[in-house]
Nanobody, 128 residues
Framework: QLQTVESGGGSVQAGESLRLSCAAS????????MGWFRQAPGKERDAIST???????SYAESVKGRFTISKDESRNIVYLQITSLGPQDPGQYYC??????????????????????WGQGTQVTVSS
């Protein structure tokens, strides 16, 4: 059974950091394109970062330089390190696998419809 579980969200002050985790079961994060998405209230679910099978990472312009995606294949977890949180960052953060995406296709921009096995998300709120 495929399952993806996000964790690590919370309520933080502007400028602080968080590390989000995405634990997968039933498939290997090392064998798939993995992506992190963010959905702010009333808005679309947007891709913010992806990591390819070979570890190549890509980022949306809005998070470049502040967010870092990584994976631990031995633990089957994908991480999203978030620094310098600001008013543009609150939302529900989701992780998903892009099973059908081949090498070179797993780079921003990607569409949420290309990803599968969504988790329930983890909430990030930022206070000033």
């Amino acid at each position: 059974q495929l399952q993806t579980v996000e964790s690590g969200g919370g309520s933080v002050q502007a400028g602080e950091s968080l590390r989000l985790s995405c634990a997968a079961s039933g498939y290997s994060v090392g064998s798939q394109c993995m992506g992190w998405f963010r959905q702010a209230p009333g808005k679309e679910r947007d891709a913010i970062s992806t990591i390819e099978r070979d570890g190549t990472a890509s980022y949306a312009e809005s998070v470049k330089g502040r967010f870092t995606i990584s994976k631990d294949e031995s633990r089957n977890i994908v991480y999203l390190q978030i620094t310098s949180l600001g008013p543009q960052d609150p939302g529900q953060y989701y992780c998903a696998a892009g099973f059908g995406l081949r090498s070179g296709q797993c780079q921003i921009p990607v569409q949420s419809g290309e990803f599968n096995d969504w988790g329930q998300g983890t909430q990030v709120t930022v206070s000033s």
